[in-house]
């Protein structure tokens, strides 16, 4: 692996390429996450951003599908 | 472990001689100590061999640069060689065991390569490409362009809007799945998941549309 991927669950580094960071927001925001939380979810890989968008797909309120997709640590807060 | 020999013929002196070559390596791969480490470092220079090979002939790498591809080529090399070993226990020795044990340096080497070709790119999501006009007669053509529009329109009314971004993303972009999966921090089965259930909505529709024939099988129930 290169210095500059991340395994799922580590949250991203400087290395990451910004665009990388813009391509999983503008997803977030599509599918209708407020922007704040967009940057907050796409600048992170604790969430698996595909089961994400499946539950807002089947209707969930993108608020709430984060949070059920967090950590429980997190979904605590 | 077993290798299978022609029973009329029996073993032949190759055969033998690939056997005890496999066999050595697994005993020094599974040994402690200086033969251990001495056969992990083979079984490197094996992977970097398989994954300058694989670099070599994938036009996805091409530019990249070669301070890059060698990166990938070492980075390769260290994964199929950990991943060599974490299944060490499931080889059956069907093949000779360098054989085997090339094909992992050559999957690891095309994962990473696809990865860094994909790295910057981004999808254009209105991007669905018309038919090439150039390799059709006219009357294929037109046929082509209408089932191309009525794709279009399907992908747009049938599919929710993670399908579509799915779909477009793998089989308009061609964007490659371990990639896609990576970028979404999610795995390749559930994508795949996504893009069976997307193409059972748009086979139904574009067939409801007179587009597709019915299969003739359900015609056969209906």
């Known amino acids: 692996m290169t210095p500059d991927m991340k395994r799922p669950g580590l949250p991203i580094g400087p290395a990451v390429s910004p665009r990388f960071v813009a391509w999983r927001r503008a997803w977030l925001v599509e599918a ?36 059920i997709l967090s950590a429980p640590e997190r979904a605590g807060e | 472990m077993t290798m299978v020999n022609r029973i009329d013929a029996g073993p032949t002196e190759e055969s033998v001689s690939a056997m005890a070559a496999t066999d050595e390596w697994i005993v020094r791969l599974n040994a402690t100590g200086a033969v251990r480490d001495d056969a992990i470092r083979r079984l490197h220079a094996l992977m970097l061999r398989a994954a300058r090979f694989q670099v070599a002939r994938m036009h996805e790498g091409r530019g990249l640069g070669s301070a890059r591809l060698e990166e990938i080529v070492h980075s390769a ?7 060599v070993m974490a299944r060490l226990d499931t080889f059956e020795g069907r093949s000779k065991f360098t054989t085997w044990a090339f094909k992992f340096g050559i999957l690891h080497a095309a994962v990473e390569v696809r990865r860094a070709a994909w790295k910057h790119r981004e999808v254009d999501l209105t991007s669905v490409p018309d038919p090439a006009s150039d390799v059709l007669a006219p009357d294929a053509f037109v046929m082509a362009t209408e089932l191309a529009g009525a794709v279009r329109a399907e992908i747009d009314r049938s599919l929710t809007p993670h399908q579509r971004r799915v779909v477009v993303a793998l089989l308009v972009e061609g964007i490659p799945v371990d990639v896609l999966a990576e970028r979404l921090a999610t795995n390749r089965n559930a994508l795949y998941k996504t893009l069976h259930d997307a193409r059972n909505r748009l086979r139904v529709a574009l067939t409801a549309a007179g587009h597709l024939r019915v299969p003739a099988s359900e015609d056969a129930i209906s």
């Open chain 1, 32 to 67: 209708g996450f407020e922007p704040v939380e967009a940057d907050r979810i796409a600048s992170t890989e604790e969430l698996d951003l595909h089961a994400l968008l499946s539950l807002v797909d089947r209707g969930c309120p993108p608020a709430l599908a984060a949070r």
């Open chain 2, 77 to 83: 090399a260290d994964e199929a060689a950990m991943a």
